[in-house]
């Protein structure tokens, strides 16, 4: 490999001769590493020099700046009497989403938040409660837990949990949507990598996404979308998550699947099982938060559906056991198992199970993905 006639070899490495090279007369720089990756040293510093530099762009983009824009982007699409669904999950986007939306028409916003019963303990009010008082639209919350463990009955299939979890969303959603007179617009929280996802190389990544989540509902539901985070990735959201005054921790909540608890009870979901997993999973990342080592990217309780003989004072117990599952990561493609402290570990058992009844035994998942993957379904 050799760089063409005029241009300067400017890296390499001991595996490949031609890493980089420029050719600033034609105003061509080539790079065949990936300095956008977090551990490409001075990645961030080349990045900037060809954008400053090379491009001569002069780096004005702010957040402030951003969020004017989009406001005026939503108004003049949704003009002057549109009215906009929007389904809040409590996570980051969604709720940036809404935010941005409220920002630029206030009450015109109708925010719809359909709480499935599978979210962390108190992680539903915490979401009304950063809506209330901040924004001019009324956050609905439908609470709809019963209608979801109703139609999971009997279900233990993974897959099958997903489709009807999928499914009793969209009912409860189109329920609570057509009572917004006149709503023509539906906001979703896509974002940049989504995009990228959808135009064509990675359409099955697009398919898993919208699976898991509400996908087919802007089709059947006949409205036309606003999507003022699609040209953001993940790390910005964040950032406009606090410029916009959303409380920290919910800007910077660690990933939660759409399905919630639900795909981390193994077996059949039941309202007692849910008890028992929403208790202890509290209780493991209140522990690992104060652990002495770096934040993992998720960590959580997973229940499986054994149980096994145990003994507490001088009873015999028949309890289930229940699953640590920490990990780090750059974007859940790969994962690593997260080596908790053992004092941590300890703590966290002892409490499991002196708090939870139901639990006679902790253990800890040392899986790395692949092979696992970070959820148990
Ligand atoms: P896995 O378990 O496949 O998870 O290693 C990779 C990442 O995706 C999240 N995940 C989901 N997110 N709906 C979602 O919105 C889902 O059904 C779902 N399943 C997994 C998981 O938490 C991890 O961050």
Same mark, same amino acid.
């Given at each position: 490999?050799?760089?063409?006639?005029?241009?300067?070899?400017?890296? =390499?490495?001991?595996?490949?001769?031609?890493?980089?090279?420029?050719?600033?007369?034609?105003?061509?720089?080539?790079?065949?590493?990936?300095?956008?990756?977090? =551990?490409?040293?001075?990645?961030? %510093?080349?990045?900037?020099? !060809?954008?400053?530099?090379?491009?001569?762009? /002069?780096? %004005?983009?702010?957040?402030?700046?951003?969020?004017?824009?989009?406001?005026?982007?939503?108004?003049?699409?949704?003009?002057?009497?549109? +009215?906009?669904?929007?389904?809040?999950?409590?996570?980051? @986007?969604?709720?940036?989403?809404?935010?941005?939306?409220?920002?630029?028409?206030?009450?015109?916003?109708?925010?719809?938040?359909?709480?499935?019963?599978?979210?962390?303990? %108190?992680?539903?009010?915490?979401?009304?409660?950063?809506?209330?008082? =901040?924004?001019?639209?009324?956050?609905?919350?439908?609470?709809?837990?019963?209608?979801?463990?109703?139609?999971?009955?009997?279900?233990? @299939?993974?897959?099958?949990?997903?489709?009807?979890?999928?499914?009793?969303?969209?009912? $409860? !959603?189109?329920?609570?949507?057509?009572?917004?007179?006149?709503?023509?617009?539906?906001?979703?929280?896509?974002?940049?990598?989504?995009?990228?996802?959808?135009?064509?190389?990675?359409?099955?990544? =697009?398919?898993?996404?919208?699976?898991?989540?509400?996908?087919?509902?802007?089709?059947?539901?006949?409205?036309?979308?606003?999507?003022?985070?699609?040209?953001?990735?993940?790390?910005?959201?964040?950032?406009?998550?606090?410029?916009?005054?959303?409380?920290?921790?919910? $800007?910077?909540?660690?990933?939660?699947?759409?399905?919630?608890?639900?795909?981390?009870?193994?077996?059949?979901?039941?309202?007692?099982?849910?008890?028992?997993?929403?208790?202890?999973?509290?209780?493991?990342?209140? +522990?690992? +938060?104060?652990?002495?080592?770096?934040?993992?990217?998720?960590?959580?309780?997973?229940?499986?559906?054994?149980?096994?003989?145990?003994?507490?004072?001088?009873?015999?117990?028949?309890?289930?056991?229940?699953?640590?599952?920490?990990?780090?990561?750059? @974007?859940?493609?790969?994962? @690593?198992? /997260?080596?908790?402290?053992?004092?941590?570990?300890?703590?966290?058992?002892?409490? $499991?199970?002196?708090?939870?009844?139901?639990?006679?035994?902790?253990?800890?998942?040392?899986?790395?993905?692949?092979?696992?993957?970070? +959820?148990?379904?």
């Amino acid at each position: 490999m050799t760089v063409p006639r005029g241009a300067r070899l400017t890296a =390499h490495t001991d595996a490949t001769r031609v890493a980089a090279f420029e050719y600033p007369k034609k105003n061509i720089y080539a790079v065949q590493f990936h300095p956008e990756v977090s =551990h490409t040293p001075w990645g961030i %510093d080349l990045l900037r020099n !060809f954008v400053k530099d090379a491009c001569q762009a /002069s780096g %004005d983009w702010t957040m402030g700046n951003f969020i004017e824009q989009s406001i005026e982007n939503i108004r003049l699409q949704v003009g002057e009497a549109g +009215e906009v669904i929007c389904a809040v999950s409590g996570g980051v @986007d969604s709720l940036c989403t809404a935010a941005i939306i409220d920002r630029a028409i206030g009450h015109r916003l109708h925010p719809i938040f359909v709480d499935h019963g599978f979210l962390r303990m %108190d992680e539903g009010d915490k979401v009304v409660e950063a809506w209330k008082g =901040h924004f001019k639209s009324r956050l609905v919350r439908v609470r709809a837990g019963k209608q979801f463990l109703d139609a999971l009955k009997g279900v233990s @299939d993974p897959e099958r949990k997903r489709k009807i979890i999928g499914r009793e969303f969209i009912r $409860v !959603f189109e329920a609570e949507s057509r009572k917004v007179r006149d709503a023509a617009y539906l906001a979703q929280g896509t974002l940049y990598p989504d995009v990228i996802e959808s135009s064509g190389i990675g359409m099955h990544a =697009h398919v898993i996404k919208s699976h898991h989540n509400v996908g087919g509902l802007p089709k059947r539901m006949k409205l036309s979308l606003v999507e003022p985070l699609r040209d953001l990735f993940k790390d910005e959201v964040r950032r406009l998550g606090l410029e916009l005054e959303l409380p920290r921790p919910m $800007v910077y909540r660690q990933p939660f699947p759409g399905p919630g608890l639900a795909i981390r009870i193994i077996g059949e979901i039941t309202a007692e099982r849910l008890r028992i997993l929403r208790q202890a999973d509290r209780i493991v990342r209140d +522990e690992i +938060e104060m652990a002495e080592m770096e934040r993992p990217w998720q960590y959580f309780a997973v229940l499986p559906a054994v149980k096994s003989v145990g003994v507490m004072g001088d009873q015999r117990t028949y309890g289930y056991p229940l699953v640590i599952r920490a990990v780090s990561s750059e @974007d859940a493609m790969t994962a @690593d198992w /997260s080596k908790i402290p053992y004092k941590n570990l300890e703590k966290i058992s002892s409490r $499991v199970i002196g708090e939870v009844p139901g639990i006679n035994r902790v253990c800890l998942d040392i899986t790395s993905k692949p092979p696992g993957t970070i +959820e148990w379904e």
